[in-house]
């Protein structure tokens, strides 16, 4: 048994990013949530069901370390793996890690330009061509629509598959879109093919689907999260 299994027994599958993957389609996600709900592990769970596949991801962290992040996925992978018998773990875990690069930002430093710079200089030199881009810690309220529209650009530009981002919601802001997206993303949800919610409920944590323009699962769909490890649980 090798990591092919784990894409198999990914319990993300149930939101369609295999198909999402096989289609033309170059699409942008969204994961929300308030404070320290979860976002990252969300995050961390999609770039690894698209490193699994084979696919490179940048995982651009604004005001969070290197080290932190790669304690999230060293452990989000770990948790995937608990109980399987995969040969060799660590040479498998060095494989699919080949297929991640993380590049952090300070507070209020990040931008499409100063990202396409830094990712130019790798591609140039045959370093790192991702076809996932993951953006945690996007500052939502002090971020116009047209900068969104230029990462959406850049996703084109660079051929590719899908970008994700996180996004911090408020409790005492009750501002929403007309499809139910809080603020402060409720003026951008029209930018977005795949939004998520991660809801507290009484019997748990639930990753609301909130929107799927790819039709992989319905809308309104939630799925359970172990609030534990923050892994989506099978059905």
């Known amino acids: 048994m090798g990591k092919e299994d784990l894409v198999i027994d990914n319990p993300l599958r149930a939101l369609g990013l295999d ?14 949530a308030r404070a320290g709900l979860g976002k990252t592990a969300i995050l961390v769970q999609i770039a690894l069901d698209s490193m699994l596949r084979g696919n490179k991801v940048l995982h651009v962290s604004i005001g969070e370390g290197v080290d932190k992040i ?47 710079e830094r990712l130019n200089d790798l591609v140039k030199q045959d370093i790192f061509k991702p076809a996932c881009l993951i953006i945690d810690g996007f500052e939502f309220k002090n971020q116009e629509y047209a900068t969104l529209e230029e990462l959406k650009k850049f996703m084109y530009d660079h051929g590719m598959k899908m970008i994700w981002f996180s996004a911090v919601s408020h409790r005492n802001d ?5 499809a139910g997206v809080p603020a402060p993303c409720h003026e951008v949800d029209e930018l977005f093919d795949s939004i998520l919610m991660i809801s507290p409920e009484s019997k748990g944590i639930d990753l609301k ?6 039709g992989a699962v319905d809308i309104g769909t939630s799925l359970r999260l172990d609030p534990s490890t923050m892994l989506v649980e099978k059905a």
Not at 174 to 178: A, H, L
């Open 209 to 214: 689907i909130m929107k799927c323009t790819s």
């Open 174 to 178: 009750d501002r929403v879109s007309d």
């Open 19 to 32: 198909k999402q993957a096989q289609e033309n389609d170059q699409r942008m996600g969204l994961v929300m």
């Open 70 to 116: 790669r304690s999230w996925y060293d452990d989000i992978l770990a948790l995937m793996a608990n109980g399987k018998q995969i040969d060799d773990y660590q040479t498998a875990v060095d494989e699919v890690m080949q297929n991640r690069m993380i590049m952090t930002f300070k507070e209020n430093s990040f931008s499409p330009a100063t990202l396409e």
